[in-house]
């Protein structure tokens, strides 16, 4: 008798034998499968069926999987797991920010996919549940002109625009806030965000910070959030104001 929910998975991958394969493994763990071979049908998948899992080769015909993390983020908080090629680091750096919770590189193991969709499940699930628990007051931070939402990952500023962050922007800037003051180096960011899957590198680290800069509307030159601690890191400089 079955005491958990059976959750789903959408494969999106042009190659029919990976696809199968990668089919079978999920259905032999009580997953409910859906496959596409194309954007196309993966959007139309995606419309229609509540999914739990996106597991989606980058390189597929029509638009890109870059382009369907972008739209199924704007649309609801499925996780994403992105399939890249070894030599495609910028497409792994720029799927993340965007907005994918993880990345294998082929060749694969179907069970270690198995396995990451598992524990992104679980923590996805802790995520709502932990989400939940924290009262609307409890849920923002502010700093100069800005006020972070905590459940809803996103930016507020004082004319009320609201910037959405990428789970691992968000990671990031919750590190520095949260260690305010203190110049962290690239090891202790990526420390910080290892209960992942994913292990960012010196390039991601800098490249979110680049990102997120951006979003603050923070000038390198002449910071007001974010400085860099030459030869060791970030340190973030603003006044942070609790609820």
């Known amino acids: 008798m079955k005491t958990n929910p059976q959750h789903s998975v959408l494969i999106v991958e042009d190659e029919p034998a990976s696809l199968n394969l990668l089919a079978s493994y999920f259905m032999a763990e009580d997953y409910i499968v859906y496959k596409a071979s194309s954007s196309d049908k993966a ?3 995606f419309a229609k ?3 739990d899992i996106v597991l989606m080769d980058i390189k597929i015909p029509g638009r890109t999987g ?5 739209e199924f983020r704007s649309q609801s908080n499925v996780g994403i797991i992105l399939v890249t090629k070894k030599d495609e680091d910028i497409d792994k750096i720029v ?3 965007i907005g994918a919770d993880d990345y294998v590189t082929k060749p694969y193991n179907p069970r270690e996919l198995t396995i990451r969709a598992r524990n992104l499940i679980e923590r996805l699930k802790n995520r709502s549940n932990n989400e939940r628990e924290i009262s609307d007051a409890q849920k923002e931070i502010g700093f100069g002109n800005w006020r972070l939402h905590i459940g809803k990952r996103l930016l507020r500023n004082t004319a009320n625009v609201e910037t959405r962050l990428t789970e691992g922007e968000f990671q990031l800037l919750s590190v520095l806030i949260q260690n305010k003051g ?8 990526m420390n910080h965000m290892k209960h992942r899957d994913w292990y960012p590198t010196d390039r991601t680290i800098d490249v979110m910070i680049a ?3 951006k979003k603050l509307g923070d000038d390198r030159s002449n910071p007001k959030y974010i400085s860099t601690a030459h030869g060791t890191g970030y340190i973030f400089i603003a ?5």
């Open 66 to 70: 870059l382009e369907l993390t972008r």
């Open 211 to 213: 990102r997120v800069r």
């Open 182 to 189: 203190e110049a962290l180096n690239r090891d202790q960011l």
């Open 49 to 51: 069926n509540k999914i």
């Open 43 to 45: 959007e139309k998948i």
């Open 239 to 243: 006044d942070v104001l609790s609820p």
């Open 95 to 97: 799927g993340l920010e």
